[in-house]
């Protein structure tokens, strides 16, 4: 009888080995990020051997005492990679570089609201089968936005993990995943619910489409209702299919120097649950938005063949604006300095006041009560 050997799980290591290194190779090129935190008081270095073992580690060395946390996140890309893939078909080339900002970006941005400053990075991929792994130029485009994304947030790609998951992952797809580590320098720099204050200005930063929020919806039941599908045009001239694909905006440099210069209170990332997210605090306080940001054309062609009412598309997707940050009024003129400065529009949309949790979109007669966002 013949001997069953691991290959025929599915698995083979002298084909993914491969990848691993090429991987290592593009994440090495990450770890001048950490040299940053030296003007926070603190000397932080990898210790290079452990590069490509089981765990990475980070040495830390400070002169003096320093009060400082660790925030940790991990999250998902969702099945963004999904639309990628049949853009692929359709118009003969990857968008893994795009995909790869995506992956990073739904979680640094998580970490980010925090204040904390981004550490380190873990990429998760789980794919089948093990030839995934062999098609160069998406796997080029993959490891070297991943490698982008994370030099955009100061963050070292220490590694991470590649399965090849056979019975759960889908032939010829992966799930992107990861995570990541974060530092409030000093402990005092974090983003807490409880500075909130009454007169709070709430600003937000605009987003660069949908981000990864809501795709199944809009890579199914959405698709099948648009006249030419991924081909459709958009007000602006775009395809559907390439402006659903436009990476997320990554908010942590801009953040992590707003924390360090200017009073800000508190953050939230605006992705599930759409405007719901700005009462995300325990606390009872209604927030008032009188300015809405301009939205991308994509959001009209959702709201036009989904047919959504105004309320409903708030409730689920950005609409523009991607991160928001509460801060006493005397921050507005530095806050706008800074973000203009990373390239970010900022707009003030809006203020905390006493009374019920409640959002109000004071331009279209919308609110979303506590009730509407129970996530604790």
């Known amino acids: 009888m013949r001997k069953p050997h691991y290959e025929q799980s599915g698995d083979n290591y002298k084909l993914k080995d491969p990848f691993k290194l090429i991987a290592l190779n593009a994440a090495s090129k990450t770890v001048k990020n950490i040299k940053r935190f030296k003007k926070y008081g603190i000397e932080i270095t990898e210790i290079k051997k452990s590069r490509g073992d089981s765990a990475y580690r980070i040495l830390f060395s400070s002169k003096k005492p320093i009060n400082f946390q660790f925030v940790h996140v991990e999250e998902s890309i969702g099945t963004k990679n999904l639309v990628a893939d049949e853009l692929a078909k359709i118009f003969g080339k990857t968008y893994y570089f795009n995909i790869a900002i995506d992956n990073v970006a739904s979680i640094v941005n998580d970490l980010t609201t925090s204040g904390a400053s981004p550490l380190s990075f873990m990429l998760h991929i789980a794919a089948y089968p093990n030839e995934w792994y062999l098609e160069k130029k998406r796997i080029k ?7 982008y994304a994370c030099n955009l947030a100061g963050m070292s790609w220490g590694g991470g993990e590649s399965g090849t998951d056979r019975d759960i992952i889908l032939k010829n797809t ?41 795709i199944t919806l809009l890579r199914s039941e959405l698709l099948k209702k648009l006249p030419k599908g991924y081909r459709t045009k958009l007000s602006d001239g775009r395809t559907y299919g390439e402006a659903l694909l436009d990476p997320s905006v990554i908010y942590s440099s801009l953040i ?7 009073e800000v209170h508190y953050a939230v990332h605006i992705t599930g649950h759409g405007w719901r997210k700005i009462m995300r605090a325990r606390k009872e306080f209604t927030y008032i938005i009188d300015h809405l940001p301009k939205y991308q054309p994509i959001f009209e062609t959702i709201q036009k063949y989904a047919n959504l009412s105004d309320r409903e598309m708030y409730d689920t997707y950005n609409m523009g604006c991607g991160f928001a940050v509460f801060a006493p009024q005397k921050s507005i003129e530095n806050i706008l300095k800074i973000s203009k400065r990373h390239g970010i529009e900022m707009q003030v949309c809006g203020f905390v006041e006493k009374g019920p949790k409640v959002v109000k979109l004071k331009e279209l007669g919308v609110e979303f009560n506590s009730s509407e966002l129970v996530i604790r």
């Open 174 to 214: 992966c799930l992107l995943s990861g995570s990541a580590t974060g530092i409030l320098l000093p402990a005092e720099t974090a983003l807490d619910e409880d500075k909130i204050r009454e007169k709070d200005v709430i600003i937000g930063f605009a987003s660069n489409g949908v981000h990864t929020n809501g």
């Open 256 to 262: 992590e120097e707003l924390v360090h210069t200017v």
């Open 141 to 147: 485009a993959l490891l070297k936005g991943t490698a």
